[in-house]
């Protein structure tokens, strides 16, 4: 599976836009793109997932770049509960039904 | 909603112990993980099932066994427990994705500590 970058940490003012990026430059036509996050002391809960179009759902947006080497996860109106370790998680068909999550951004939401 | 249940939150045992970690999940999922969380290494997966008495191991199965006897049960089986074990571990379940989804759903965690 294709290696991802995210930043260690970031903040973000409550009520606003958080947008978390992610760097998988070497992500091959078969992998999609999954988005993971782990409140502190909870299991990781699932986000979102694309291939190669943007996508929406209740919790958040998935933007991946057209040559799908990065993407950003966009939490629209960031709440407190929103403080989370973020996953991005690139996995190939190919590898099965494994996941393989790296460190994350541990994303912190500020009164 | 999905949802995996493990037999217990926080658990202490000492070293030599024979640990039993439970997991259930009520979805029907065929597939079943145990992954254990430590600061800075992020989760590293131990052992995976994707049907009743099939295992495979994941990136670190020493020192761990599993039992999948019933589809919606995975047991991590530690055989002689030892301190270096102490760790947070999570079960997640997951339908079998052939493309895209396949997203797994999480327990809430065991917090093992081998004293």
């Known amino acids: 599976d294709a290696k991802t970058t995210q930043p260690p940490s970031m903040d973000c003012a409550e009520g606003r836009a958080a947008n978390l990026p992610c760097n998988h430059s070497t992500i091959s036509g078969n992998e999609y793109v999954y988005w993971y996050r782990q409140i502190h002391s909870q299991g990781p809960q699932y986000i979102i997932h694309g291939l190669k179009n943007n996508e929406t759902n209740e919790m958040a947006s998935l933007i991946i770049t057209e040559d799908r080497k990065s993407s950003t996860l966009i939490l629209p109106h960031a709440t407190l509960r929103d403080t989370a370790v973020y996953y991005c998680i690139v996995r190939s068909v190919n590898t099965g039904n494994q996941f393989y999550f790296g460190t994350g951004t541990s994303l912190t939401v500020i009164p | 909603d999905v949802k995996v249940t493990q037999s217990s939150r926080y658990l202490v045992k000492r070293t030599g112990e024979k640990v039993f970690l439970e997991c259930v999940q009520d979805?029907?999922?065929?597939?079943m993980f145990w992954y254990r969380q430590d600061p800075g290494l992020g989760l590293r997966l131990i052992y995976f099932?994707?049907?009743?008495?099939?295992?495979e191991k994941g990136d670190i199965p020493e020192g761990y066994s599993v039992s999948r006897e019933k589809k919606e049960r995975f047991s991590l089986i530690l055989e002689s427990a030892s301190t270096n074990q102490t760790s947070m571990y999570l079960c997640?379940?997951?339908?079998?994705?052939?493309?895209?989804?396949?997203?797994?759903?999480f327990g809430p965690g065991t917090r093992l500590t081998v004293t």
């Open positions: 997640a379940s997951s339908l079998i994705a052939v493309l895209g989804g396949g997203e797994q759903y």
């Open positions: 099932s994707y049907d009743v008495k099939m295992k």
């Open positions: 979805m029907d999922h065929e597939n």
